[in-house]
């Protein structure tokens, strides 16, 4: 079982390194060749950043929310953007579908609809949030890992931001592996089953767990029946993957993290019960 985790914390870790290096590598550029321009910019963009979140989100890859939790560390993206591509990004959900013949139809509806839920909710958080201040940048990162990096090149100073998050991915993944493992999927699923509105909560609680292996339980729960549609959804739109990891990795204002997590949490619930009063089925 050790080995099993330790392969899978691995393959997911690699996945992420490219979406990492070229983050950072653009957070780089930004602040030292556009400097002062760079708000400006973003505030321009930054209203629509939502919708385009909603959209990226959908591509099945773990190191789409790393980037943006980066991004939103940096001060390049909004929380309603970054919340929009936490909803709507799904992992290893795709993957799974295609693997075990889901109807495309299916496939299209829920991708559909994490990208409609995540860009709409991301759309009201932009109106509700209130900024804490100035975001952090790079060579707040490089002073507080003490790297030094901003006198380097951007490509070494992403380099050596990308290597730092990486380990520390593949030290907190190994252990949520394991301990998923543990537990078990099969345990996880009859807990839910007979309780619906209940078990809305409870996906999405599982939905938190900052890993790629929890959008994959929660789409084999769903596909093996034990899960409805709403609690599946609940899961999926709150499964924000090592991209919450690299959130309180990056950006140093705790409490706001905090918020933003509680936030992603209550928006997967109240859509997960929305579809469960609906009756709505993919």
């Not at 839920?117 to 009201?124: K, P, Q, T, W």
């Not at 990795?249 to 928006?267: S, W």
Request: charged share 15%.
């Amino acid at each position: 079982m050790l080995l099993d985790v330790l392969k899978d914390t691995v393959v997911d870790t690699l996945k992420v390194i490219p979406f990492l290096f070229l983050t950072y590598l653009l957070m780089e550029y930004l602040e030292h060749k556009a400097g002062g321009k760079t708000e400006a910019v973003m505030k321009k963009s930054g209203k629509f950043g939502p919708l385009l979140g909603g959209i990226v989100g959908i591509i099945p890859q773990c190191g789409l929310s790393a980037a943006a939790a980066s991004l939103f560390a940096g001060g390049v993206i909004s929380a309603g953007t970054l919340l929009a591509v936490f909803l709507s990004t799904s992992d290893e959900m795709l993957p799974i579908f295609i693997s075990e013949s889901v109807a495309p139809l299916t496939v299209i509806k829920i991708l559909g609809t994490k990208a409609l839920l995540g860009a709409i909710s991301g759309f009201v958080i932009d109106l509700i949030w209130k900024k804490t201040g100035q975001k952090s940048q790079i060579h707040d990162l490089c002073e507080h890992d003490h790297c030094h990096c901003e006198e380097n090149s951007i490509v070494k100073s992403a380099g050596v931001h990308t290597l730092q998050i990486t380990f520390f991915i593949f030290v907190i993944s190994f252990i949520i592996g394991l301990a998923v493992e543990l537990v078990g999927a099969d345990k996880i699923g009859v807990m839910i089953s007979s309780r619906p509105i209940a078990g809305v909560f409870f996906a999405a609680l599982v939905g938190l767990i900052p890993n790629c292996a929890a959008s994959v339980v929660i789409t084999q729960l769903y596909l093996e029946g034990l899960f409805r549609s709403a609690q599946m959804m609940a899961g999926l739109l709150v499964g924000a993957g090592v991209g919450i990891l690299v959130l309180f990795r990056t950006n140093k204002d705790t409490r706001e993290n905090l918020k933003l997590i509680t936030v992603l949490y209550a928006l997967g619930v109240f859509w997960g019960i929305i579809i469960e009063l609906l009756g709505i089925t993919f």
